[in-house]
């Protein structure tokens, strides 16, 4: 059964037209503050392994409490940020968060508790040696690369320069996994699952809404599980609401899920509390 839900209410976030230009502006010059201001938090949502409705995953995903707009989601201020080229110090702020709380949970959750962090693509191609920075905190909080998972797009992959392989391959090389998040609504090129060493797919919210016996969606996500169990990859459905959505998808061999149904991205401490011993 699903435990509390967590708060998470986006202020109304939405410029007109001829407001827009305007309003970016505005929030990419508060978004340059925030940092400093200390206005991002984490929180974090549990991955269930779905034959046991076991949590020893989670991913973090950032929140920006703007001090008079109220909470701001991530889809309206990391374009922002990715433009502006704020991501990288945001990007490194999160994995330096999120790697210390690991570290905590580690000791008191379950010890080879693991935490999926999101990578922006703009990070990746505008800063050759962003890989650095991150192998340097995990070093300096003595966390073993098991514990990180970072998910990457399928832009990424699809024009991958030299440098972002290069910089995959480092992350690969100190034990951190790679999960290819959203898949199947980018440019899609199989070909890339080859090239690339990726060992969790998330198949996006988009295929799970629908979810019924006999639709094509589900016709999708049996397919998508089944490719990705031959090459070696493990399965996570995201956006999973629904008890029906998650019999499907168990039954369908899908490894773990996501969604409003197992619980809402939570602050670190409600996460804690409800996640201890590791069971939904
Ligand atoms: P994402 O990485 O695909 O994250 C999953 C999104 O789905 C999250 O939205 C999560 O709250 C939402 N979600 C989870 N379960 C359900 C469900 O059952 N139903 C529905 N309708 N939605 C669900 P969120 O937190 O608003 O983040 C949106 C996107 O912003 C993320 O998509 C990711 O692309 C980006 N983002 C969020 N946090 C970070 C971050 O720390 N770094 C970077 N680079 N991007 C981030
Ligand atoms: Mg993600
Ligand atoms: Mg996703
Ligand atoms: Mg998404």
Redesign the pocket.
């Known amino acids: 059964a699903a435990k509390r839900q967590g708060r998470n209410q986006y202020c109304f976030f939405i410029p007109t037209m001829q407001e827009s230009a305007q309003a970016r502006l505005r929030l990419s010059n508060d978004l340059r503050l925030a940092l400093a201001g200390q206005q991002f938090y ?2 974090y ?1 549990p991955i269930v392994e779905l034959a046991t409705n076991t949590v020893r995953k989670a ?4 929140r920006w409490q703007h001090p008079t707009r109220g909470l701001i ?3 309206d201020f ?1 374009p922002i940020a990715e433009e502006t080229g704020l ?1 990288s110090s945001i ?1 490194n702020w ?1 994995f330096q968060e999120a790697a210390e709380q690991t570290s905590r949970w580690r000791q008191s959750i379950h010890e080879k508790f693991q935490i999926s ?4 693509p703009v990070q990746f191609r505008n800063e050759r040696d962003s890989h650095r920075d991150w192998l340097d905190r995990l070093e300096a909080l003595s966390l073993s690369g098991q514990s990180v998972v970072i ?1 990457i797009t399928e832009g990424l992959l699809l024009d991958a320069n030299n440098s972002v392989a290069e910089q995959l391959l480092s992350f690969r090389d100190a034990g951190i996994q790679v999960s290819l ?2 898949f199947g609504t980018g440019y899609s090129s199989l070909s890339y699952l080859k090239k690339f060493d990726i060992d969790y797919l ?1 198949i996006d ?1 988009s295929f799970v809404r629908n979810l019924a016996i006999g639709s094509d969606d589900m016709a999708l996500c049996e397919a998508i599980i089944v490719m990705a169990h031959k090459l070696g990859i493990k399965v996570i459905a ?4 629904t008890s029906s959505q998650r019999e499907l998808l168990t039954a369908a061999g899908c490894d773990f899920g ?4 197992f619980a ?2 939570l602050p670190a401490q409600e996460f804690e509390r409800l996640f201890a011993d590791c069971k939904i």
């Open positions: 984490l929180c949502q991913e973090a995903l950032i989601s991530p889809a990391i991501i990007g999160i962090i999101n990578k922006s998910e998040d959203d998330k919210q995201e956006g999973i609401e996501q969604g409003y149904l809402k991205p």
